[in-house]
């Protein structure tokens, strides 16, 4: 098994069949298990084995399958899967911290992130020290001895900032401090974060997972002891556990998401590098492109450029009407998704954020980020280049 690669593991790795053999893996909706005798209850709730369920908020045979699978894709010992995104962002922060403890994060989040660690954790007495995730002495001088928990996106959300996941961690665990990686925009195909130093990943499956935008879902990845010592009875009792039926989807998600995301990136480039030379944007920002300030960090760090661009049409007006001439691209705000979605950050995803935040963080009125999905690349160019003509 540990021999596999990962596009077996995605295929093969977790499945529990039942007493029929099936070859799909089985939805097993079920809230709750049943036990021979009252002593097998008690026995359960003192100690539940490996494979042995009791509630599926704490666990199920389908969501178990599911956090097997994609455990072995990132090369981690366990994984919790929680009801959403934000469910694993929260619960890997909140299950760890309490009142008095330090957090160092990188400034440039996805909008319910920032939420999270400047309103939610700060009410609870969490110290929270933001800083540009790029510049590695803003991580030196912000990690204190007492500093408990690091967090950054390894991609920033929409600009598309490169972190450097192996030196951010060195600093942090010369203090002791758990380095957390949301890691939606690198994917679990092009990840190697545990490798290079995250102590825990965090994923929204909502995004590639799934990856054909039908549900919500994230999963927490980490070392038995954080899964099991900390992760779980935080999650287990607070509720954000994900359902069996999502499971399923997740898991037939991870079956074809090699495929899916390498086609999907393989269309970003031709789309960036075609955009860059047409030369009719204001900015092309794609990591991928070796104008990229993190180009040589990204092809050592993923070796890939991921799924997502940005492209700076010049003004709001300019950004509005090239996504209301779009054809085959769909305005919304999701990703990873196999339909090409565009998305204007400024008055969506990031429209909570102050101006000077907006222009702090590169997220400009002009700026556009395009989530390539499956189809024709020449059809998505063509679409794009025909909207940039009509702005
Ligand atoms: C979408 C997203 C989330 C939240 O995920 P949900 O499944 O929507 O809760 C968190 N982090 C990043 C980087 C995201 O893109």
Redo the contacts with the bound molecule.
Sequence with gaps: MKTWKKRTKAVHEGIRRSQYNEVSEAIFLTQGFVYDTAEDAEARFIKAGDDEFIYARYGNPTVAMFEDRIAALEGAEDGFATA???AA?NGALTSMLRSGDHVVSARAL?G??LYILEEILTRYGVEVTLVDGTDLVAWKNAIRPDTKAVFF?SIS?PTLEVIDITAVSKLAHAVDATVIV?N??ATPVFSDAIAQGADVVVY?A??HIDGQGRA???VILGTKEFIRGTVEPYMKHTGGSMSPFTAWMMLKGLETIDLRVRAQTATAQFLAEHLAADGALTQVIYPGLDTHPQHALTQAQMGAGGTVLAIDAGSQERAFKLLNALDIWTISNN?GDAKSIGTHPATTTHQRLSDETKAMLGITPGLIRLSVGLEDPDDLLNDLRGAIAAA
């Design positions: 959403s995104g934000m962002v996805f319910s992130c996106e959300n949301d939606v925009f929204s909502t995004k919500l879902g994230g990703l």
